[in-house]
């Protein structure tokens, strides 16, 4: 059976409107795939533990990792060390060059949780960063130019090669991805 692991973006949870569409859908439209949505703690290095927890007992060709923001470099690290696919949203690319402007208090905007974003954190983000793609083939990349908290033009290039939605306009939620939801699904399914 296929399975879709969703990694939700920072500050963000298995409740974020994404995940829960996708999850709608899933259920809906489609049958045959697996949807699971790991609660992603706050400190890297424990999220891409429960990241590569979720994959577990799935082959590479059974499973497609769908990522949000900072997800989307979760997404793309789990790629790469598993050989999956992986579709990114509005992807952090090299994270750590730019968490330096959150330091400090952060809240969970859906469980209200607080955390201090520390230099540790950035850290380990940079520890875990890919300085490339290995296989373009295996990611399909959804942007939209008007997203506010990541440069579009990042995520582009370092995707290079990999199939690529470009949508003008839009913000770092990416409100066009209702209309995109079917074509991800065709996209993770290999179809």
Known sequence: MSTIVYLHGFVSSPASRKAVMLGDYLRRCVSGIDYVVPQLHHRPATAIEQAAAACRDVAPGELTLVGSSLGGFYATVLAERL???????????????????????????????????????????????????????????????????????????????????????????????PEHVPELVEWAAGR
Do not use: W
């Not at 050989?83 to 969970?108: E, S």
């Not at 960063?129 to 370092?158: H, Q």
């Open 83 to 177: 050989g999956c696919r992986a579709a990114l949203l509005n992807p952090a690319v090299h994270p750590h060059r730019h968490f330096g402007r959150y330091l400090g208090t952060q809240r969970n905007l859906y469980t209200g949780e607080t955390f201090e974003l520390t230099v540790e954190h950035v850290g380990e983000l940079m520890a875990l960063d890919p300085k490339s793609i290995t296989r373009p083939e295996r990611y399909g990349l959804f942007v939209e130019t008007g997203d506010d908290v990541l440069d579009y033009r990042e995520a582009v290039a370092f995707y290079e090669g990999a199939c690529q939605t470009v949508v003008r306009g839009g913000d770092h939620a990416l409100s066009s991805f």
